[in-house]
C-alpha cells in the first residue's frame, strides 16, 4: 500500500467510526455491533 491509500484506509474508518457512533445501542444491536467493538468493526476493510 502506499501513502495515499493509507490515508484514504484510515479517512473511511474514521469516517464509518463516527458515523457507528452515532448510533443507538439498539441500532447497533440491529447490525452485530457491541459499542466497544465499533473501532475494530471500523478499521476491518471488509466491512460495509
Known sequence: M?????VRAWNRARQTEKALRGLS???LDDIG???HGI???ARNP???
Do not use: E, K
Open 39 to 41: 473501532s475494530a468493526v
Open 2 to 6: 502506499n501513502i495515499m491509500q493509507n
Open 46 to 48: 471488509h466491512f460495509g
Open 25 to 27: 445501542a439498539r441500532q
Open 33 to 35: 455491533v457491541s459499542r
